[in-house]
Structure formats: C-alpha cells, structure tokens
C-alpha cells in the first residue's frame, strides 16, 4: 500500500520499487513505529481528532500487527509485502484490520517525523544496551586485574619495553577509556531522548497536540525546538556511531595488545579453548580468532559512521531520500559494537596471566634505566647528566650482556660515583614503582586504591 498516489497517473516502475523500498531492513523498527503510532493515537485523541473508541480500536490493532509480526507465523506476516517502507506496511496492515479508520491514523503525519521518531526510541535502547556492555567490560577488566595485583609486566612505548608497570594499572588504563566510553553514550542518548513528533514533514503540524504530553507518553526527556531541524538531522545517529566508533577503537587495541601478548613470542598469557580456533592443517595451532574478529569489525562501525557522515554531507534543508540510508549502518554499528563487547567479555574471563614471563621480560631488559636516572637525579645530579650516566651504564651492559641484576652496588659505585648504595636497589623493577605513587601512577599504593575507587565507580554507574 501507498502513503500516497492521487497525483499520479501511473504508479512507479518495477525497477524503481525494488531500488527505493526499505521494509526488508527497516522492517526492524516495527515495534517502535507501532509505540510511536499509538501515542500519536492517544495525541489525536486529545486533540478532539479521533473519537475515544477510535483510538482504542487503533491501539488494539497496533497491539495485533505486532504480535503478529513477532510471532511465530512473522515470515508468512511480511512475505510478499510491497510496501515501501515500515511505516506503510503498518499502516497496510492497519487498514486489512480496522478498514476505513486507518484512514485517519495519520492525519497530519509525516513520515519524516514519524522515521526521527521511530529511530530515536529504537536507538535509545540501543544506547542503554551497549553501555550496559560496556559496563559489563569494565567489570571483567577489574576482575582480571585482581586476580594478579602483583604482576609486574614491561610497560611499552613504541613497542619497544619502556617501564615497569603493575597488570592492574594497564587494565586500568583501559577502564578509564571504557568508562569515557560509558559516557560518551550517555550523551549520545541524552540527545537521542528528545521527541520529534509534532512537527509534519518540516513546517509543524496543522493540528493541536500537546507534544510535551506525547514525550511523557513515550518516556522522552524533552521536545524538539524546530520542525525544520527535526526533518534534516540525524546528528543524533552520528553521535551514538561516533561512540561506537570510540568503543570499537578501544576493543581493537585491546584486541592487538592481547593478540600480542597471548603469541608465542610474548608467552604471557593463555586465551581459554573457548574464544580460540584451530588450523585446518597445522594441528599445533591455537589462533586468537576472536580478538582477531574484534580488532577486524572495529572497521565496519568505523565505516558507518563514516558512510552516514558523507550521506549527510551537502543535504539541501530539510529531508531527502538520501537520509533512508541512515539505517543499515546505524543497524550494523550497534549489532557489531554489542557483539564485540560481549565477545571482549568472554575472552577477558578466559585470559590465564604467566606473571613469571613478563616479570622476567622486565628484569632481563632495562626498563629500570628511568629509575636509576631519576634517583641520581632526587640526589642532586642534574637529570640531564643522570640521564647520560645511565645510558652510559645501559650501553656498556647490553655491549657486555649484562642484566641489571647482574650489577652489584659495589660495582655500580665503580662505573660512577653518583650510583650510591641506596640507588642499587632500583636495579630491581619492583623498587622503582614505588617511587610512583603519585596520584594516576603505577605506585602500588595508588594502584590499589585506583582499583578499589574503580569498584565503587563502576557500583554507582547510572
Ligand atoms: N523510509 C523513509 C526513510 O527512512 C521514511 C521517510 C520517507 N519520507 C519521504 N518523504 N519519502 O527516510
């Protein structure tokens, strides 16, 4: 069924149907265009349009078309259908159950409120799902990081082993992205909680709703301000790709690090059976697919957020058809944004940390260097002469093979008067931590109250 015809002499071409119609993707949005219709109901209702026992009639009908849809029998309910997009199949339907009365439903409606509409409450609670997710991450992150609050692994700069640093306090740092993460979503769907209805195809309706009465009705925070804006904008949709984008950012590099750290070559950490693969052929293989997945779906959200940016580039105001092609990325975004992190969750229950092999990677190399230079430094070397004696003390220890262990306080105070025999003891990556305790450091005091205050923030997590 069409929305419209009457100023057509012939209907549109095979070709041109095929080409335009949406139902079998926005078809997903069938619930929340019927809670949206039905509001709209109750709305025309109070505004002296449609009679009491009309819309209830209505709202029934709404409550069956979505049953149906849901229901068992929802592919027999779909096949077939040509309508060009949800909210005509809707209303299709509508008029096989309630005749003439479906007629009225959408007086004064347009589709492109109806569609900013049905977006947003379809979005909100796909806000709501993802930081629960994210939240769910930051969970099994803390969980991970309790179980070894010792460990001590390299921390790295441009891959390259930089400084020591506790398991927890990495962990950490990507806490403190999820929970930017967390919040970002939050805004998102602050401003995806504002009800458009009201406001026609651009010039505002011709007929007296109480729009502050549809946003309670349908749970929104606020109204929209201006009919025009809610025709032309899909910021709202940007703003919740743009976080997902960010979220899969994350996922990815935490995805990288743990390929990295799980590979033979690290030998840090084992990823359970469960979110690993065999080979076809190599038997002896363990392959970190699921990381791997993450790290390569992280493109297509990235993509649709760019696909729907360069949609929107250059609209002329108000709607365009070219703002149809909003759904299909917004759709993918959220599916692969919840189905990575729900996949991140697994494999972070899964890791088994070797603390022995980092620790070793620590001593062996010379993340202490920076330690050694700054407690030259506390005791009165100017930094930039402490930094020389130490690459000088690194130099001729990787040119002789010698570990920082492999240095006795006697014989540093021989290579140079400044190493008295308070500074030997940095030889050891645990000494230096914790000269860090500085608030956002790696000291192992603050390390642990960061973890403790990151219990009770994610506790109060709106
Ligand atoms: N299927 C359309 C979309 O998603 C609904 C709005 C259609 N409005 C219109 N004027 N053709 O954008």
Known sequence: MKLWGGRFESGPSEVFERFSNSLHFDRRLLAVDV????????????????????????????????????GENAAAFFAGADDEDVHSFVIHKLKLRVGALADKIHTGRSRN?????????????????????????MGELLELAAKYPNAVIPGYTHLRRAQPVLWPHYLLAYFEMLARDYDR????????????????????????????????????ASITANSMDVSADRDFALDYLYAASVVMIHLSRLAEDWILYSSEEFGWMELGDGVTSGSSLMPQKKNPDSLELIRGKSGRVIGALNSLLFTMKGLPMTYNR????????????????????????????????????PFAAAEESWVVATDLAEALA???????????IVGRLVLDSLRNGKKPADWSAEALAAFAPEFTADVARLLDPREGMK????????????????????????????
């Open 185 to 220: 979503l939050g805004d998102a769907r602050r401003r995806v909680n504002v009800m458009p209805l009201g406001s026609g195809a651009l010039a505002g309706s011709g007929f007296p709703h109480d729009r502050e009465a549809i946003a309670r009705d349908l749970g929104f």
């Open 378 to 388: 506390r005791n009165g070397t100017a930094f930039h002469q402490a930094h020389q």
């Open 322 to 357: 070219d703002m149809q092609e909003d759904k299909e990325p917004l759709f993918e975004a959220a599916d692969q944004a919840n189905g990575c992190l729900e996949m991140a969750c697994c494999v972070a229950e899964s890791v088994v940390l070797h603390p022995d092999v």
């Open 435 to 462: 000269t860090r305790e500085i608030a956002g450091g790696t000291g192992p005091g603050v390390v642990a109250a960061a973890l403790a205050a990151a219990r009770v923030r994610l506790s109060e997590m709106a």
């Open 35 to 70: 809670r949206g219709s039905q509001a709209f109901a109750r709305s025309l209702t109070r505004a002296g349009v449609l009679a009491e026992a009309e819309c209830a009639t209505l709202c029934e009908a709404f409550d069956a078309i979505r049953a149906d849809a849901e």
């Open 113 to 137: 409120e109806q569609v900013s509409l049905d977006t947003r409450l379809w979005l909100r609670e796909e806000c709501d799902r993802t930081r629960e997710l994210v939240k769910s991450l």
